[in-house]
């Protein structure tokens, strides 16, 4: 596919919102834009998840679930970009649920809720998901509403997007197998990620690159 031109919306959290980078022409959708020739229009929020909280938080805007602002983004996107998964499984309080979920209750059931909010607004749009990075900590950390645990791993949450997103024929860059950033090897997380979370302007470009040669295959 060539890029060039094509209107291309992200929504995503605080990588996408660029936390990290020295500046926002730095983050991986803009870089994008300069390479390719795209129109890039960036929709990150700091602290926000896939599914909604049922806790409120104590920033209100971090409950600014990404299903909540499909209706926000440009009307015409000839492509929908989703970066996400990574605060549900860090801070988020829904349980982790079944594929045979379909109500934003649970982080299964929020995924398909979301996926058809994109289909039926963008019926004509490439619709794209990326699958969250490596971080620090990425396992036993995910707890459902009564403090039992049914998510042991950041990876489930990588696989359950994979999941949906093939029940949808939906494409799959799946940055936690592919992205080469791993925090946990030091001198990875000193290059690309250094409070092992959010990418650092290195690591956006890697992002980058692995989405452009992504993109560009479809």
Known sequence: MDLKGKKIAFLGDSITEGHGTTSAEHTFWNILAKRTGAQSYGYGIGGTRIAPQRKPSENPRHDLYFGSRVDEMIPNADIVVVFGGTNDYGHGDAAFGT?????????????????????????????????????????????????????????????????????YGIPVLDLFRVSGIQPEIPAVRERYMPDGLHPCDAGHERIAERLIGFLEKL
């Open 99 to 167: 594929m045979e979920d379909r109500t934003e209750d649970t982080f299964y059931g929020a995924l398909h809720s979301l996926i058809r909010k994109l289909i039926e607004r963008y019926p004509e749009a490439l619709i794209v998901i990326m699958t969250p990075l490596h971080r620090l900590a990425e396992s036993g950390r995910a707890y459902n509403e009564r403090g039992v645990r049914n998510a042991a791993d950041l990876r489930d949450y990588v696989d359950a997007i994979i999941e949906v997103a093939a029940y």
